[in-house]
């Protein structure tokens, strides 16, 4: 849903004429349109104005705006800033947050948050292509960086271990609150369901094994089993300098 606002906020600004610009798209899937490229396809189709072998898409007619009444001109003065490092002025920033700044510590962090929202889209194996897709198009990403990162996520995806839990035909539902009978709001990061009622835990991590990983992780365990579900497995994925670790709780 932000996507689509921030999408109708960038589509509602142009004074004169709007022009889009965006990749062909690939084939929409059964689990629905996954990015702006196939969302303006779909909506072409809708209009019946797709076709696979056309390029540009014109709709209505170009209006010049000209008569439009010319706004006064005014003079914009900027002002000039002087730039220079808090310690010259003996100034320190008193934030936990701060501490990390410009430090490995961030860039792991950064690292791990990146991580996470590329996995929180790849239900199969299927997704693959499309979020790759998305990486390739990030302008915040440099190329080593994105490379590291698809082959972080296919590590991950063809681990010989995991790779059972991203088969298509598998029931997988990612980032659902639950709300614990003391009304405490859990989010696992990976569910993958069975027919008998048994359900697979799975979250992702980066660094080493930490206790309060564990802890989480019984504590989605303990509030699916408070729902009704078996629990089949509780898994930590550890994405390491070394290679991907499985911790199985």
Do not use: C
Not at 100 to 110: D, H, Y
Not at 135 to 159: A, P, Q
């Amino acid at each position: 849903m932000d996507n689509i606002n921030l999408l109708y906020v960038t589509l509602t600004r142009a004074e004169q004429q709007l022009y889009i610009i965006s990749k062909s798209p690939s084939v929409v899937k059964e689990d629905g349109i996954k990015n702006y490229n196939q969302f303006f396809s779909e909506f072409l189709r809708l209009k019946g104005l797709w076709n696979d072998t056309q390029e540009v898409f014109e709709i209505g007619k170009f209006q010049n705006n000209s008569n439009k009444k010319t706004p006064a001109r005014t003079k914009t003065l900027s002002p000039y800033y002087y730039s220079s490092p808090p310690e010259d002025h003996q100034l320190y920033v008193a934030t936990k947050e701060a501490s990390l700044w410009n430090t490995e510590a961030e860039k792991a962090i950064s690292s791990g948050t990146l991580l996470h929202d590329t996995m929180e889209k790849i239900k199969s194996t299927n997704d693959l292509v499309s979020v790759f897709e998305e990486v390739e198009n990030r302008s915040d990403l440099n190329s080593d960086e994105k490379e590291e990162l698809k082959r972080t996520v296919t590590s991950i995806v063809n681990h010989s271990e995991l790779k059972r839990y991203f088969n298509p035909s598998e029931n997988v539902i990612m980032e659902r609150k639950i709300i614990t009978s003391e009304g405490v709001i859990l989010i696992p990061d990976r569910l993958n369901f069975y027919e008998n009622n048994s359900v697979s835990v799975i979250d992702y991590k980066t660094g080493s094994f930490n206790k309060k990983h564990e802890k989480q992780l019984n504590s989605y365990g303990k509030a699916l089993s408070e729902m009704g579900y078996s629990i089949s497995e509780k898994t930590l994925i550890y994405t390491t300098s070394e290679g991907i670790v499985i911790n199985k709780v």
